[in-house]
């Protein structure tokens, strides 16, 4: 009998909480524009950061889209009458016993005084009051504005006095949530990695799961906000422009948490993908050229995001190396990741690719050489060479030094000839799965030391020479860094060897099959 009463305080409790989900009528007013005035760098990401943050907020937060304005690239004067008229909205529709949400998301270039939509300018002071003063129950705004960026861009444009919204001063009425992506005194960044801003990738992450912290299948305003101040955090310690301290101010006594969305409910068109832990793991929308969507981080403990169904490109990074693939979501099922549905991709390519967090990747390598022959009856020359390489985006560069030897005998001479060189060679790579192709030009110099032995007199000789070529080389690579390597080298040789006609041109071809370590 306990345990039947406990069911039913638990189905009691259930469609309490539905029915109080019910009784709760959300509107948003969604704005991007990444356009600013003039002399302001045209920003790449704040419109598409609104889109995400309207398409979140439609899927699992039950805002319905009859109650949703998106306004991406209009004016100030254009966002003032939306927050007018949907406060009016409000007024008119709401009713005794059901409480009204207004969400307001803005992105884009701000300064002390005003929002920077465009030309126009929209005055700080209004937009809070607008929404400060809205007949909502709850009044959510969300600002993530500023400036500045190093692999960051620029969110705003110039130096100018602190970003002046006060949040530190006790809030008028009850039900009131404020959130900025930076302090007074900060920019706001935004990532050509994440393609947006640090903040409101964060902040959208949250939303599909990952700010979960207690695990009831809701993210409140408060864990979206501690998920999104975390990772901001973090991400922009690693940046030029230094650390990001997003900042947060509520009021919502006597109502307890807020939810803004719903990642465990089960409505037949949201998948839900559960990702292994140890790693972070980056979603994109389709292929690697799309949108962020969203991510996991290394260290989060709840690791099950709520996505629309289809197709997603993944990418989890491990120590050495990225972890790639392509993921297919099935509408109302939870799928689990397996690294194993993942290929491992090094970060020299990485670099290679360009737009990725690695810039460059680098390391030494070395390995046998084999040269043909100078001279017409002479041996190859054997011996070993080694370098470090370095590559970039467009061009992978390489300095390599080597040692060789051949030797040449008849009846009457006994010839050694031991060669040292030195050579730079530049080219670019082409990834194809695990091997890659590489195609540039070589230039460099070497000292040949010829040594005889004969019944006469024949004393040694000492040549200098310059070289220039083509170099062709394939690599494979393996794990941890580690690669296989094959290089030709086509070069030809001008050797001043005293003679009467002058430096001996000798073309030779040069195989060199080795290994190496990239970091």
Known sequence: MRAFLAVLCWLAACLASLDARAEITRYAVVVGNDAGHAGEIALHYAEEDARKVFEVLSTLGDFRRENMVLLQGKSGSELARVLISMNARIRSESSAGHDAVLFVYYSGHADAGALHLGEDALELGLVQRLVQGSPADFRILVLDACRSGALTRVKGGHAVAPFPLSIDTELSGEGLAMLTSSAADEDAQESDELRGSFFTHYFVSGLRGAADRNGDGSVSVEEAYAHAYQNTLRASSQTLYGMQHPTFRFDLKGRGALPLTWVARRDGATARLALPPGRTYVLFSGDESGPVVAEVGQHDAQRVLALEAGRYFVRGRAREHLLEGLLELAPGQTSTLQESQLSPVEYARLARKGGTERALSHGPWLGYQLRSP?????????????GYALDLPQVSLSLALGACRSSFHNDVLHANADEFGLDVSAAHVWDFSALSVSLGGVAGMSWLHESFATRGRAPDRDSVALSVGAAFATGYELSHGFHLL?????????????RPEGALATPTLRLTVGAGKRF
């Open 374 to 386: 100078l001279w017409s009856e002479a041996s190859q020359c054997q011996g070993v060479r080694g």
């Open 486 to 498: 094959v290089q030709a080298l086509g070069q030809v040789n001008f050797f001043d060897q005293l």
